[in-house]
């Protein structure tokens, strides 16, 4: 039987639509992967749970073939359907995505890398209630930015990029509170440098973060806020309403 044109149109683009839809489910995958990661490797330390700190670890070797295989398909879409407009924007957004939910499947382990060594020490040294204040923080901001994904919610995204400036001022006085506690007792030195480092590595976590809800807001409304101030980033989000950011 002959294909007509418009069949075979048809069928092309349905095709198409499957491969964009499979792209967006493996990156949210991916997220659900290092979400658990994430609040795994925070639970590790607090607890001074090195087995679970090993087990978070051993994940980042997943998150690296995920991320892999998820941009050659997007390579693979771009390469065949030459994809415009919404479609391209899908596109570029997962695969950047994806590189920052990597990004953060690193920091995960590294922070697990610093929970070994101080359940090692055997010792609890100052910044752990900044760590569990902090960390809830990234955690809230990793689940958000997944379900603005998962939603197509630009003002969600918006409301990520926003807690990554309470998460910068929370990092700021730990350091502060930690640096002098430090000179107080050079003593723990060693063990409150671990507690440093784990902080760092949430801070970076909220960088990816919020470089995601940056992608999101990105594919739905086409404007680049990557390096934007808040206020920009919600007149993208809302280009009609009074912003005071």
């Known amino acids: 039987m002959e294909l007509k044109t418009e069949d075979y149109s048809t069928h092309i683009s349905q095709q198409f639509n499957e491969e964009l839809e499979q792209i967006r489910t493996q990156l949210l995958t991916m997220g659900g992967v290092v979400e658990r990661q994430v609040h795994d490797c925070i639970d590790a330390l607090l607890n001074g749970d090195a087995e679970l700190a090993e087990q978070s670890r051993r994940v980042d070797k997943q998150t690296n073939e995920m991320e892999v295989l998820i941009d050659e398909q997007c390579t693979t879409i771009i390469a065949r359907r030459q994809p415009a407009a919404s479609d391209l924007r899908l596109i570029i957004a997962v695969s950047k995505a994806v590189s920052d939910l990597e990004g953060m499947g690193d920091e995960a382990s590294r922070i ?4 070994i ?3 090692e020490e055997g010792s609890s040294p100052r910044g752990y209630q900044e760590v569990r204040h902090i960390g809830n923080l990234v955690r809230e901001m990793v689940k958000d930015v ?5 939603r197509n919610d630009a003002e969600l995204a918006y409301r990520v990029a926003k807690m990554d400036k309470s998460v910068d001022q929370e990092y700021r006085s730990a350091m502060r509170s930690l640096a002098t506690f430090m000179m107080e007792d ?9 507690v440093i480092w784990v902080l760092r590595s949430l801070e970076r976590i909220s960088e990816h973060a919020r470089a995601m809800a940056t992608h999101l807001i990105y594919l739905v409304s086409g404007t680049d ?5 808040l206020k920009q980033i919600k007149r993208a989000v809302t280009p009609d309403a009074d912003n005071n950011e």
């Not at 050079?186 to 671990?194: A, C, F």
């Open 112 to 115: 697990c890398r610093h929970a």
């Open 117 to 119: 060594e101080l359940v």
């Open 186 to 194: 050079p003593r723990s030195i060693s063990s409150v440098m671990n």
């Open 146 to 150: 997944l379900t603005a994904f998962a």
């Open 225 to 229: 806020v990557r390096h934007g101030s």
